[in-house]
């Protein structure tokens, strides 16, 4: 697997957060959980400063809803648990990320509309439970409409060192004009961006066949 592949998809499900995010810095998302419900395409990232100037490869991404019980049993089975579990309320999504490598991360609902906590990741293959790791980094769902009909777009914010935000489709391929409107967006919200990575193709899905 090339170097920018594997940094990526460890970027995503291994996020560190380096500012105060709890609440997602107070910024308002347009946010409707049906509406991010399934699958969606990674088209594009927004890279930090720190993100290698390569090639982006992408993969496919399904969200979940899922309930509070049973993110509370998985993180009391993890070896690293030091969560209060009471803590884990709310609005709970899966994202599975669709690699060769597949895996799951699951999030908690905090502060405003969209601002979720991740609390929880592990390889989707990996039946041993205590090897799930224990996350505490900040994302913020957009559900985006842009004005030209190409839309919808998924905005995933990230407050990390490497990826500003994280764009989805419900198909494969954007450009740069109809990411504009996003762009902008995120220069409001964050201040001055790099421009976006668009992927340029897609990671070979793990094959199931039971």
């Known amino acids: ?28 998302a347009n946010f409707d959980m049906k509406s991010v419900i399934g699958p969606w395409y990674v088209v594009a990232i927004i890279p930090e400063k720190l993100y290698p100037d390569k090639p982006v490869t992408c993969y496919r991404v399904e969200f979940s809803e899922t309930d509070e019980a049973g ?57 041993d439970i205590t090897k799930a790791l224990t996350q ?33 489709r419900k198909h494969k391929g954007t450009t740069q004009d109809q990411l504009r409107s996003i762009f902008e967006l995120m220069s409001k919200l964050r201040g001055p961006q790099r421009l976006p990575m668009i992927c340029e193709k897609y990671q070979k899905e793990f094959l199931n066949f039971d």
């Open 1 to 28: 697997m090339a170097p920018y592949i594997t940094l990526l998809l460890l970027t995503l499900s291994t996020i560190e957060a380096h500012t105060n995010n709890s609440s997602c810095n107070g910024f308002e």
């Open 136 to 168: 505490e980094a900040a994302m913020q769902l957009h559900i985006l409409e842009p004005e030209d009909g190409t839309g919808p777009y998924l905005v995933q914010i990230l407050w990390g060192r490497m990826i500003s935000a994280v764009i989805y």
């Open 71 to 127: 993110l509370r049993w998985l993180v009391n089975k993890t070896l690293d648990h030091h969560q209060n579990l009471t803590d884990i309320k709310g609005t709970i999504i899966r994202q599975r990320y669709h690699a060769e490598h597949p895996f799951d991360v699951w999030s908690k609902s905090v502060g405003g509309a969209g601002c979720f906590q991740q609390v929880l990741s592990l390889d989707a293959d990996n039946s």
